[in-house]
């Protein structure tokens, strides 16, 4: 079989492992290549693989082939079992050499992507056939079933209970316990390192259970020259990516970087495939594709790796298979421009210090809220002033094509949670990602991501205590004098003196003036929005837009009548008879929720403060 009639030959001279020496001709070069079909493999036969231990330049490998592991990659789907020589015998089958192309007699035959999964002295590894690596096709749009997302993760036993999705997830992955570990030899994929470039050693702890339990070894790396802000390609990459150099696909880049690490395969000259084995196996992808720079191999009989950096876009990933990465020369992924400033203000709320990030996101529904959870979570360990007693504000705004703009805000500080406030926040902050890119309907367009965070030098945390007011028998048009008291942590009581007026066509009877937190007055339009499957991304947007921010007091006039939620409407005071219509034509993929009193907001009182509680003042009207 060939890709193409002309060759890329190359010879070495070939003497019995473990020692053997390699003479090869110059590095393969991009265009075409012929193949050797795997029928015409045998036990014995000495190749050559390349890969770049350091620098940018790939060097030889000797490699005998020891014979095929049959159905080892799935049902027809054999694997070359080989033993590398060279440099390999010390560093072993490192993480980064998934991809590395293998040569014999100047045919491909495939990629190192596999090695063992115990310890050996010997350094075994796994070839994909290139004959399944040519198997991706740039326009299969299937999505497989396993892909490696973070909703996937195996929840372990743990004492935590938070209020947002995204951080149970991220909790439960690092909870007691650990990972099954093989007791058994068996080919795994090498685990491709992530690179993260800017993030503390903090962030890492906390995130790295979510990256091992997919498979991903993160490790930290460095800016290189050629970083990018954004995914425009760079110049000359057409001449970028030859078999055998450093690949990574960008999932963070500009002032925080994330970025996995492999080796090309082939290149045709547009058409780059590299690894040799799924990054997260998400299927069709628009992800930016990057050359590397390898600063070292690290030697290790327990986690050999490749320690690198990402330098300039080439490119864009279009396919993350089963048997393989591809991507596109020359080719522009969208990402999302992130803005985050970090204030850390002193007790006057005057701006002691002030940090600002730029960075991008890679834009796909599964990753972009966690990777949007990771940055906002690091860019708040990066100020020297994070300590226990603190409060973190933070003021969004999510620009969207085709949309109305998404505006952000809360507060959080350490109370009683078992976690840190800026874990907290940054749950909180992916969450609303979460809702957005979650969207059955479409796909979001999100432009561009501003967002500030206000570090405030003490725990700011009040309760709602009490309220009184002088007049419980009221008549409609009168308005009532209402005082609430609050109790801050660690402070004295707090009282707010307010008017409430009664509406003109209020009913007579007993009724309620509602003094809450947003997570009162939230509730129920958040249950109705989460039982409905199909909500388009407007839809979404407005809910996130109507969510009240917990630094505020609400007060609200209840009266017993029913109050339905339908997507992101609020109907209330409905007729008996008109709720019978609406939930006998109510179809089972749309929810409507009902409650039975009504509460409408009468005013919405700002506190410098995480507001929680409430209380119930009872008014009768004449």
Not at 153 to 168: D, I
Not at 186 to 215: K, W, Y
Request: net charge neutral.
């Amino acid at each position: 079989m060939k890709i193409r009639t002309a060759a890329i030959l190359f010879a070495f001279a070939a003497a019995a492992l473990p020692v053997f020496a390699a003479e090869a001709s110059a590095s393969p070069k991009a265009g075409p290549v012929e193949i050797m079909p795997l029928k015409e493999i045998k036990p014995g036969m000495h190749a050559t693989a390349w890969t770049v231990f350091q620098g940018t330049e790939p060097e030889p490998v000797p490699i005998e082939i020891v014979g095929l592991y049959k159905n080892a990659w799935g049902p027809k789907q054999d694997i070359i079992v080989a033993k590398m020589g060279g440099k390999a015998v010390r560093t072993n089958v490192a993480g980064g050499m998934s991809g590395s192309p293998v040569y014999i007699d100047g045919k491909l035959i495939g990629a190192v992507a596999l090695r063992l999964s115990v310890f050996s002295p010997d350094a075994i590894c796994g070839i994909t056939p290139i004959e399944l690596m040519l198997e991706i096709n740039e326009f299969d749009k299937s999505r497989p079933e396993n892909a490696k997302t973070p909703d996937k993760l195996v929840a372990r036993k743990t004492e935590v209970s938070v209020p947002s999705e995204l951080l149970t997830q991220t909790v439960s992955a690092g909870g007691s316990g650990s990972l099954p570990q093989q007791q058994f030899a068996t080919m795994v994929p090498i685990e491709a390192p992530l690179s993260f470039s800017g993030f503390s050693d903090n962030t890492l702890r906390e995130f790295s259970p979510i990256f091992q339990q997919l498979g991903i070894t993160p490790v930290q790396g460095g800016a290189a020259a050629g970083d990018q802000h954004g995914s425009k390609p760079a110049a000359g990459w057409e001449h970028s990516l030859n078999p055998g150099e450093a690949v990574a696909g960008v999932l963070v880049n500009g002032d925080f970087s994330v970025t996995g690490l492999g080796t090309v395969t082939y290149n045709d000259g547009k058409r780059v495939l590299a690894f040799g084995h799924s990054f997260f196996n998400l299927g069709p992808i628009s992800m930016p594709m990057s050359k590397g720079e390898v600063l070292m191999t690290l030697a290790s009989s327990f986690q050999p790796n490749k320690m690198a950096n990402a330098t300039d876009i080439v490119g864009a990933l279009h396919q993350d298979r089963h048997s393989g990465i591809m991507g596109v020369l020359g080719e522009q992924s969208d990402m999302i421009p992130v803005t985050m400033r970090v204030r850390a203000l002193d007790d006057k709320e005057g701006v002691r210090k002030e940090k600002d990030f730029h960075f991008n996101v890679f834009v796909q529904q599964k990753w972009t809220p966690y990777l949007m959870m990771l940055t906002l979570f690091n860019s708040l360990s990066e100020l020297n002033e994070f300590a226990e007693e603190a409060t973190y504000r933070l003021q969004g705004n999510v620009e969207m094509n085709g949309a109305r703009n998404i505006s952000l805000a809360t507060m959080q500080t350490s109370g009683e949670m078992p976690m840190p406030a800026p874990m907290l926040l940054a749950g909180w902050w992916g969450d609303k990602f979460n809702k957005l890119y979650l969207n059955n309907v479409m796909t979001p367009d999100v432009k561009r991501v501003n967002v500030t965070i206000d570090l405030l030098p003490e725990r700011r945390v009040a309760m709602i205590e009490n309220a009184w007011t002088a007049e419980n028998e009221v008549r409609p048009g009168d308005e009532i004098p209402v005082k609430v008291f609050l109790r801050p942590y660690r402070g004295q009581t707090i009282e707010r003196s307010f008017q409430v007026k009664v509406p003109a066509g209020l009913a007579k009877g007993d009724h309620r003036i509602l003094l809450s937190d947003a997570d009162t007055v939230n509730r129920m339009q958040n249950i109705a929005s989460a039982m409905n499957r199909f909500l388009d991304v407007p839809g979404t947007v407005s809910l996130l837009n109507q969510e009240r921010s917990n630094n505020k007091l609400y007060v609200s006039l209840v009266e017993s009548s029913p109050t339905a939620y339908y997507d992101d409407k609020r109907l209330p005071s409905l007729p008996s008879s008109v709720l019978n219509v609406m939930q006998a034509g109510n179809t089972s993929n749309r929810a409507l929720i009902t409650s039975p009193e009504t509460a409408v907001e009468q005013m919405a009182l700002p506190f410098d403060y995480v507001v929680t509680g409430s209380y119930s003042l009872r008014i009768h009207v004449k």
